[in-house]
């Protein structure tokens, strides 16, 4: 049980919804933004949500929304371990010609001299659940003793091949993101820039803890019994029951198979479930970053007062439950979660210091 | 400082010529669906449990998996199949790093806490992995297909006994043997020969 926990020192996000939390909020507040579709391969097309940043030079547009995010975050310690987390890495740069680097870690070394970064760097790479993987590793290191802060920097931008792939596989909408919807169809894919900072200066978000299992069953989804250990995993943790639970923020990408599966062992878990909340389709999946920019965009809707509404869908009979409308009256502690491809299932539990005061 | 001792070790580099037929006849089946570099990851996994005389991983052990290249070759055959269209669902998979976790929980009978990551130092990811593991330990593994390729494992428990002398060593002891004990100041390795056992002896 890892409950001394870290804090949320700083965050710093661009998603579709705009290029900093400030921007993105306003425009969650005026309604959120509509998928555009994205060629994915002659004439293939798929819906996707992308940053407003129309430069067409993949490396010039990805050095700058990243000193962004990491500028937004505020004073970092850049001799601190950086842990990049990304699935597609530098494909949308090979797609416009650049060379093969010599191996993976060299992209993260490129992005950590992006940022004149000293300390040591890791790229993890577990699919979807690569943001909330680093940063468990980051809070474990924290607790360990072994840093004061680390930085999380999820990473998921623009590439045909990401979006050709998914869709081969058959598990992309081809209209528009549709959590826990009777007529849900898949994933709309998203980019996103989401910069993490952890560390043990007390501070209104701490990590309580959280847990990563893994499933070999399927390759490409989520499994109900799988769902249900790693939550009692991340609960235990983090030192709380489950019925402190207040929100649980759910992968709920839209995907027929997972998102039946993700409910199922939730509710194995949870008597009588707590608010639910999604933020895929206001950012679509944002794959390797989308646990660091969920974590960054939830936690700043809250700060800011802000709910992110659920898209008018018809919800499925068979699953039985709702988002929340609006801001549950009480909110201490967040189940966060990402589920999915490669057989991850992962968790963090947050909790918002302010209320525990209150 | 946290001690930990070797109880399984695959350290070949490079592996022999015939690993895929090993490992087809280690699994009584080629693994379906998983490309080479899953594969190799595959054939030293199961070296190590074999070597440290466990029929699989336990659900409480941490694994690891570090990498350079990760699956550089089948990214490379996919991106050039999807510059003409959709790539064929098993080229994607099969360039995913990620898609090694499901396949190693699928072959060591393992439902635990795993991940892929990368790092210069490959000292660097065992320490990581050190600190995040419990008492039930962990598997760690650097596995490259470059070259002749290399799939080196590590199976570590905790050592709550006394501590043999402690030396600095750098990465490429482990291959020794007579190294029976690890523990990690950042990324400097310290190890330790037992002189009463080898340590799955």
Redesign the interface.
Known sequence: MSVAGSYLQGRGLACALGLDLPRALARLAAGGVRPAMFESAPDAFFPAFTIPDADPDWHARGRRLVRAAVAECGPVDRSAPLFLASSSLNVGALEQGSPFLPDCQRFAEDVAGWLDWRGPVFWVSTACTSSIVALLSAHRLIGAGEADSALVLGLELTNRFSSAGFGALQLLDPQAPRPLAADRAGLVLGEAVAAVCLGRKTARWRLRGGANRVDGSNPAGASRHTVERMVHAALADSGIGAAEVDLIKLQAAGSPHNDAEEIAGLKAVFPCLPALGTLKASIGHTLGAAGAAELALLTACIDAGIWPEPPGCAPDPDLAVALAPRRPPRLRFILAQILGFGGGHAALVLEDCQESLS | MKLWRIVGRHFDDPPPDDWRQRLATRLGERPR?VGAWVELALYGALQCLDDAGEAGLPDAAL?SLS????P?IA??A??AE?H??????IG??T?????A???????LN????????????PA??LQ?AC??AGPAGLLAGWVDEDGPGRSLWLRLLPEPGPAPTLVGGVFETLADPAVTHLALTG?QLHLGRSPLERAHG
Do not use: K, M, N, V
Request: charged letters at 20%; glycine letters at 10%.
């Open positions: 669906r694994l990498t350079l290249h990760g550089d990214l490379r996919a991106l999807a003409d269209g959709l790539p064929l669902p994607f998979l360039s995913q790093p990620g898609q976790l499901p396949a190693l929980a699928r072959y393992w439902h635990g806490e795993g991940r892929c990551l990368s790092s210069r130092a660097l990811a990581l600190i995040e990324a």
